[in-house]
């Protein structure tokens, strides 16, 4: 049974303290990259850096690439020149050039004077493409094969090349670079013929991305279709690296970390909340919340223009944060649906009639039944179990229509404020709850105040 990672570090601990360096490297070499960083993340620096010393070379760089930026430069720094060399050219090159990026000046060009002039080269082409394209996510090492190639010489070169390559199972057939085809290594150990050309069973209808489409639209692809890898071609179809799936899921985690805190009301970050200190929350949370809270100034203004109808009808204060948040609510279900449909390419900016049309008529379900509910509960709890006589029948309607009428213009903005954002080229998450709610807490209460003006006795 697998130890939880709790017990994991109380034992390492002891070891280290025991000086049992053997025994620490019987249990490093049995556990998964993964799990390593994870303990290397809640070791202090002296300790990482001597069990980073006792992990065989490939698992140390499978092992560097999973931790923080912060402990990556740690280790740097107390690596000597041979150590690191031997770290650089053993990473892959998407792994290293993500390292290059994470890093300050001085130790990139530390980095760099280590590594191999052919992973030189590799770290700066993948640098050179955009941030966020499929280009700076590739990885320049794939396993490519002739047409011309028998089964044979295709399996003899892949058991020659594989063994530095990210993935082999899925092969891709070039000519002068061109993206001819894949094929899979299933494909060439179950031919039955060693002497058949990799041209005759190869897949010609090949799905690929260009260098410069975005890194979400690449993820997204490799979920719809079960891929292992994608290629990645340049402006002239020559194939120039591959995407393969662990690069697009840190994409997915890291595009949906951003949404969430979009949609939170927070700028994005990088760090980890553990790793992220109080001055870097502050940072990230403080200027969306003196935006709202500069925005909130209009339903202060609202009210105060509306101070004559709420001396007349007092009791109608009572219900402002009931249908407040009843529109914010309403408004931000509705956004989050659109966003995600919006970021899972299930929606398109033409389709806002027909989002709208959905939308308004869910409104009306769900408006009804509020109303109706709010009804009951106005009538029985605030009229007589609270004993509140101010509550009349006509005050109960005037909350209720105005509930359902908030729901429904809730809704409506909810849903079109994304698609706005996109067809503007914006991020549609920053439309998310925060900023819809402050525009459906003034919509709702000048209608609240517009109804009770129309109807009551003010």
């Known amino acids: 049974m697998a130890l939880n990672p709790l017990t994991l570090e109380k034992t390492f601990r002891s070891l280290l303290e025991g000086k049992k360096y053997q025994s620490l490297k019987d249990i490093l070499v049995t556990m ?4 390593v960083a994870g303990i290397f993340e809640e070791l202090d620096d002296e300790r990482v850096l001597l069990l980073f010393r006792l992990l065989p070379k490939e698992t140390a760089a499978e092992t560097f690439a999973e931790l923080e930026p912060e402990r990556q430069e740690l280790l740097i720094r107390g690596f000597s020149d041979r150590e690191l060399h031997e770290l650089v050219n053993e990473l892959y090159v998407d792994d290293a050039a993500d390292l290059v990026e994470e890093m300050p000046a001085n130790v990139v060009k530390r980095i760099l004077a280590q590594a191999d002039p052919q992973m030189r080269r590799e770290i700066n082409e993948i640098l050179r493409y955009p941030e966020n394209s499929a280009g700076s996510i590739m990885t320049t090492e794939y396993v490519s094969l002739r047409p011309a190639m028998t089964v044979a010489e295709a399996i003899a070169r892949i058991r020659t ?3 530095d390559k990210e993935t082999i199972y899925t092969c891709y057939v070039t000519e002068g670079r061109k993206l001819l085809g894949t094929v899979s ?3 060439l150990l179950l031919c039955a013929d060693d002497a058949k050309p990799v041209s005759e069973i190869m897949d010609e209808n090949v799905i690929s991305v260009s260098t410069l489409t975005d890194q979400e ?3 997204q692809m490799l979920s719809k279709y079960n891929f292992l890898a994608l290629p990645v071609v340049d402006t002239d179809a020559r194939m120039v690296g591959i995407v393969t799936f662990d690069d697009a899921m840190d994409v997915l985690v890291e595009e949906t970390t951003e949404d969430i805190e979009k949609m939170a009301g927070m700028l994005p970050s990088e760090k980890t909340y553990l790793r992220s200190s ?3 929350l502050f940072k990230h949370r403080i200027p969306w919340l003196m935006l709202l809270m500069i925005s909130a100034t209009f339903t202060g203004m609202i009210i105060t223009g509306f101070e004559d109808a709420l001396a007349a009808q007092v009791v109608l204060t009572a219900f402002i944060p009931m249908l407040m948040d009843t529109g ?6 509705a956004s ?3 966003i995600r449909a919006l970021s899972l390419g299930e929606l398109e900016l033409g389709d806002l009639p027909r989002v709208v049309w959905k939308e308004i008529r869910t409104a009306v379900l769900c408006g009804l039944a509020l109303a109706l509910i709010c009804f009951g509960k106005i009538l029985l709890v605030d009229r007589l179990l609270l004993g509140n006589s101010n509550i009349t029948l006509l005050t109960a309607f005037v909350v209720c229509f105005t509930m359902a009428v908030t729901v429904l213009i809730a809704k409506i903005v909810g849903c079109t404020l994304p698609m706005g954002a996109k067809k503007l080229g914006f991020d549609p ?4 709850s925060p900023f819809i709610t402050t525009i459906v807490d003034a919509l709702s209460l000048l209608v609240y105040f517009g109804i009770a003006r129309a109807l009551l006795p003010i």
Do not use: C, L, R
């Open 32 to 35: 998964e990259p993964a799990d």
């Open 161 to 163: 090349t594989g063994v």
């Open 185 to 187: 290594v299933k494909d």
């Open 217 to 219: 639209e690449v993820a």
């Open 278 to 280: 109080a001055w870097d």
């Open 328 to 333: 914010g609510n309403s408004g931000s279900q």
């Open 336 to 338: 989050v649906t659109i």
């Open 429 to 432: 998450a920053v439309m998310a």
